[in-house]
């Protein structure tokens, strides 16, 4: 944090830094808040570089500084703070011109050079475009910049087939701590690529991805099926993701939902669109009072007979053990499919409850713990809904690159399960500080159980807390940041690793 003291030296020593591209130091709130709207950490500054160079002279100031921190700012999407510098310097990566820098062959087939600060939604349409080819791994969402997802993981319904967005990097361009510009891949600079991706931003900037593509399908048919009990949903679920891949859909995700007609937590949250007619005799099929959608697609091309799509998806489905009568399909373009959300996102800002706080909570949990969180989390903690999507899906885990810094739970199999609740600011309900507290109370349940589990875009307070997450990797992950990072200025939000103080501005 910077004193106050310091702020006219700094403010002075800036102006001669030659910078290519802007700092500002009076509309900075923008930075001092996030998705989560759970905590505001206002920066002294945001530098909008011009390009690694800015970043690299940014972060040689900072060094020379006492105690000033950096943190690299993607979308600001993050729930807990983790893009904020407290009084520090936001670098705002966000830049759409940086989409697609370049096509390119490389030795593990075709890829796309891309910005650090690149949305992937822009990413996504440009490639498309341009190139008819398209990244084979996605989040669900795609406002998220590049350097934001490989920072953390990036999952979605294609991590089965092709693992997270970290698995489908071949290169990368960082920033380090210290300043140095550094291209780093499995076979240069190794040890820097792999703590990069999954490293919650500790080691360095990215300012360009190299991105696996594959060529894109034009159409995709989007499924839903509903089980009422777990165990049948998790063995579906499972056995789509291990088949081989002419055995199976392109995406396979899945979510628990309220046996009820709530429009959010119940039945109306399966129909794929609005027109979608639905039962209410569904709700009395069933005596649970949670149930199960599995959510499934297929690419295919224009040119594909509609027949011929028809009887692939009822050779798939007639393996399936789903309620009779549940099943729900739409047919639509790949682009309009990876954007799905979008449509939601407009419907929520016009709502007010796309900037009301989010108190997400994502874990990944083993296969032998599923069950239980299943029992004691969906069936009891969780049974009247969350207000949002709960999302449970099952990934497997040779998917994942192990040298990387994300952290796993044990066993080939695991589920990301993403609570991801929304607040509606008109409405009476729960206060933000209740759901908060439900979150810890879900994390205790699991940890008084015996649960094996991970939490996904992690948070703690405490070093206690890191070391427990990182488990048998911490002593190594500490080595990467005193080699990398070693004044400690990078992403301070994570709440990893305390400021080195250095002798002062000179
Ligand atoms: C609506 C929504 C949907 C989501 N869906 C998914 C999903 O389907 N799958 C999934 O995996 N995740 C999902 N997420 C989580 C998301 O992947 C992370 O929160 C991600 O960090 C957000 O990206 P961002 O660009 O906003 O990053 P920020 O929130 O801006 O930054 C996150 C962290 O990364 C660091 N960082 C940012 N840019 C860089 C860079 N260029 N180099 C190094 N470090 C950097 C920051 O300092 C910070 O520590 C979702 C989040 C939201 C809000």
């Not at 009247?384 to 796993?408: H, Q």
């Not at 929304?422 to 500080?433: A, G, H, L």
Request: proline letters at 5%; one cysteine or more.
């Amino acid at each position: 944090m910077l004193q106050q003291e310091d702020e006219e030296v700094a403010r002075r020593l800036f102006q001669d830094m030659d910078l290519e591209g802007s700092i500002d130091y009076r509309s900075t709130a923008f930075a001092g808040r996030d998705f989560g709207g759970l905590h505001a950490s206002p920066p002294f500054a945001v530098v909008r570089p011009s390009g690694s160079r800015d970043i690299s002279s940014v972060i040689r100031f900072a060094l020379k500084s006492p105690n000033l921190t950096v943190a690299a700012r993607g979308n600001g999407h993050s729930i807990n703070g983790q893009a904020m510098a407290n009084r520090g310097l936001v670098i705002d990566m966000k830049r759409p011109s940086d989409a697609v820098i370049d096509f390119v062959r490389s030795d593990a087939g075709f890829a796309v050079d891309v910005g650090g600060g690149a949305l992937w939604e822009d990413v996504l349409t440009r490639c498309v475009s341009e190139f008819g080819f398209s990244p084979r791994s996605w989040t669900d969402y795609l406002g998220l910049t590049v350097g934001g997802t490989l920072s953390n993981a990036g999952v979605s319904g294609q991590t089965f087939r092709y693992g997270p967005q970290t698995s489908n990097v071949t290169e990368l361009e960082v920033v380090t701590g210290t300043g140095d510009t550094v291209i780093c891949s499995d076979g240069q600079n190794s040890e820097l690529f792999f703590s990069v991706l999954g490293g919650l931003g500790q080691f360095g900037i990215i300012t360009r991805a190299r991105v696996l593509v594959q060529p894109a399908p034009n159409m995709v048919r989007w499924i839903r099926v509903v089980y009422s009990e777990f165990d049948e949903f998790t063995r579906d679920a499972e056995s789509l993701i291990t088949r081989p891949e002419s055995e199976s859909f392109d995406y396979v995700e899945g979510f628990a939902f309220v046996n009820s007609d709530d429009p959010v937590n119940g039945w109306p949250s399966v129909l794929l669109n609005p027109d979608q007619l639905w039962d209410t005799g569904f709700m009395i099929r069933s005596a649970s009072p949670v149930l199960y959608c599995l959510e499934v697609a297929l690419h295919y091309n224009k040119g594909d007979c509609s027949s011929t799509v028809d009887t692939r998806v009822e050779r798939l489905l007639g393996r399936l053990r789903f309620m009779e009568d549940t099943l729900f399909q739409v047919d639509l373009n790949y682009i309009d499919f990876l954007l799905r959300v979008k449509e939601a996102e407009k419907q929520a800002k016009a709502n007010g409850i796309w900037d009301a706080p989010h108190p997400w909570l994502n874990l990944f949990v083993s296969k032998t713990s599923i069950e239980d969180f299943d029992r004691l989390v969906f069936k009891e903690i969780l049974k009247d809904g969350i207000g949002g999507p709960m999302l449970v899906y099952p990934i497997s885990r040779s998917k994942w690159d192990e040298r990387t810094s994300v952290v796993l739970p044990d066993g080939e199999i695991f589920y990301i399960v993403a609570l991801l609740r929304f607040t509606n600011p008109y409405q009476k309900s729960p206060s933000v500080r209740d759901l908060v507290a439900q979150n810890h109370e879900i994390i205790e349940a699991c940890v008084r159980n015996g649960l094996d589990f991970k939490l996904y875009l992690p948070h703690y307070n405490t070093e206690e807390g890191w070391k427990q997450h990182f488990g048998d990797r911490w002593s190594w992950f500490e080595e990467m940041k005193s080699k990398y990072d070693p004044m400690a200025i990078l992403a301070p939000g994570q709440k990893i690793f305390t400021r080195n103080p250095s002798c002062g501005i000179n």
